[in-house]
């Protein structure tokens, strides 16, 4: 009975991390094969495109904010349409100053200097009460966009059931000695998955923070005690039955970070945030056959679980092990145990110069998952702060 329970947890736990690797993208790459994004949208010259309010809440961003304000305004939308709000969270770098002095060059930026740190969720929240537009963009300091960005946001918000579009951020930029290679290809799958979730459910899950759009009528700022603001305005527009979709014209840049400290310490931080949200919006969990319920639980919930799967996994089957199960489980734990072995085969040969591909993919996956079972641990532990840091990424260290 033992040995039967155990092959059960060792199975069903490889079955659901296959389900949210592997057998939902590819269902749902089959499933949007024949469907349409919205059409439903606002022509370029349209006089009726709605005024929007942009929103960014920066930190020490003196090596980007003066390419993100012009680069913002460099715009083929309206721009007496447009407003850039900036709130600055208490920046101890040269941030304030050059933002004071792009102020007189541009009439729609608005500048909120916080006397002490508040966090990111403040910061937004406390925009978000100044802005008036009916569409707000919600973007990231070294998140640069194209001149017809704001546009192919905005341009689905003429269908009314339209409460959400996020944009499609392209990494140009990766070295062979870090994890950027990794984190781009990881970034450019997500970017499908979420195009297709929006073309078959209307329900892409979870927008990039760094570029995203949202109807000011199913906006909801997340609580201040949230790390995660950007994901819990995502879900909010689908518990209040909007859509959500994901633009793939909507182009805007990013530079991706090189070093797995830097994104390892963000993905804990991520990760905690994400079970602040699993929790606000256990509603959309059931019924598991609803179109939202079922891409909430196969693209996210599930891969926020892999952790816990593989540590079961593993224990399940030393349980079959040393229950005499036979070889072929002798030989999987083997390999259980092995694979993580080579992160210091990957450490020892970049030390060395040597990149290996599928080391690096290794590395990038097995870590990113121990950011995971981190950031569990701190929000089972309470979280204490929301105010951040911004991740070293090329531009500071160019």
Not at 92 to 102: I, K
Not at 145 to 152: G, L, R, S
Not at 193 to 217: L, S, T
Not at 381 to 397: A, K
Request: net charge positive.
């Amino acid at each position: 009975m033992l040995e039967l329970g155990a092959a059960f947890v060792l199975w069903m736990s490889l079955l659901l991390v296959a389900h949210t690797y592997v057998l939902f993208p590819l269902l749902l790459a089959r499933l949007a094969r024949s469907r349409r994004q919205n059409q439903q949208v606002y022509a370029p010259d349209n006089a009726d495109l709605p005024a929007v309010d942009i929103l960014l809440a920066v930190y020490n961003e003196e090596q980007v904010i003066e390419e993100k304000i012009r680069t913002t305004f460099a715009t083929t939308y309206p721009l007496d349409k447009l407003t850039f709000y900036i709130g600055s969270d208490n920046s101890q770098d040269n941030t304030n100053a050059l933002v004071e002095r792009l102020e007189p060059e541009y009439p729609g930026l608005r500048f909120r200097p916080f006397g002490q740190r508040t966090g990111k969720p403040g910061v937004i929240e406390a925009l978000g009460q100044e802005a008036t537009a009916p569409v707000l963009v919600l973007t990231d300091a070294n998140v640069f966009f194209a001149p017809d960005t704001i546009y192919q946001l905005v341009k689905h918000f003429r269908n009314p059931a339209v409460g959400q579009v996020g944009g499609n951020i392209i990494n140009p930029e990766h070295r062979r000695e870090g994890i950027s290679g990794q984190e781009k290809a990881y970034l450019e799958r997500e970017n499908i998955i979420k195009y297709q979730e929006g073309v078959v459910w209307g329900a892409m899950i979870g927008a990039f923070g760094g570029c995203f759009a949202v109807r000011r009528a199913c906006y909801h700022p997340a609580p201040a005690s949230f790390l995660v603001d950007d994901f819990f305005i995502s879900m909010a527009v689908l518990q209040d039955g909007y859509q959500a979709i994901n633009e793939l014209d909507a182009v805007c840049y990013e530079d991706v970070s090189d070093r797995l400290p830097e994104e390892f310490r963000r993905k804990a931080r991520i990760s905690t945030g994400n079970f602040q949200n699993l929790l606000a919006f256990r509603r959309l969990l059931w019924p598991p056959w609803h179109g939202v319920s079922f891409a909430f639980w196969s693209h996210k919930v599930l891969r926020w679980l892999t952790p816990l799967l593989l540590v079961l996994m593993l224990l399940a089957n030393v349980v079959l092990v040393a229950l005499g199960a036979g070889w072929f489980y002798q030989l999987m734990m083997l390999g259980q145990v092995g694979v993580p072995l080579l992160l210091l085969l990957d450490s020892g040969l970049r030390r060395r110069g040597t990149h290996s591909r599928l080391l690096r993919f290794i590395t990038h996956f097995y870590s990113m998952n121990a950011a995971l079972f981190v950031g569990l641990w701190r929000f089972l532990r309470g979280v204490r702060t929301t105010v951040w840091e911004p991740t070293q990424r090329f531009q500071q260290s160019k």
